[in-house]
């Protein structure tokens, strides 16, 4: 199994930027497709963006699209979601996703990933 840590959150202004990173450990990180979530209080978790094991398919929610870029290094076995423009709707709990997949799909439903990290705080000030 692998395991997630994601890390980079914080409070910042509407406005504002952030870069979330999510550390994998435990297996090959470059056979895991990955995903970003997020949950804000009371609400059901959402999907924010995925990225192909390879890095070569990335897909976007259509409320964070053009604002935030998900990319990952392998090499690093590291995930990173870079945040632009947040606005205040944008406060949630950040979760990152892996599944294993070795083919070349994204996926974006939380119940299509099986490991799961911690969360971080995104907390955006009007």
């Known amino acids: 199994q692998v395991q997630l840590v994601e890390s980079g959150g914080g409070l910042v202004q509407a406005g504002g930027s952030l870069r979330l990173s999510c550390a994998a450990s435990?297996?090959?990180?470059?056979?895991?497709?990955m995903g970003w979530f997020r949950q804000a209080p009371g609400k059901e978790r959402d999907f924010v963006a995925a990225?192909?094991?390879?890095?070569?398919?990335?897909y976007y929610a259509d409320s964070v699209k053009g604002r935030f870029t998900i990319s990952r290094d392998n090499a690093k076995n590291t995930g990173y979601l870079q945040m632009t423009s947040l606005k205040p709707e944008d406060t949630a709990v950040y979760y990152c996703?892996?599944?294993?997949?070795?083919?070349?799909?994204?996926?974006?439903?939380?119940?299509?990933?099986?490991?799961w990290g911690q969360g971080t705080q995104v907390t955006v000030s009007s």
């Open positions: 990225i192909s094991r390879s890095a070569g398919r990335t």
């Open positions: 435990g297996r090959i990180f470059s056979n895991y497709a």
């Open positions: 996703a892996a599944r294993y997949y070795v083919g070349s799909n994204y996926f974006i439903l939380p119940r299509d990933y099986g490991y």
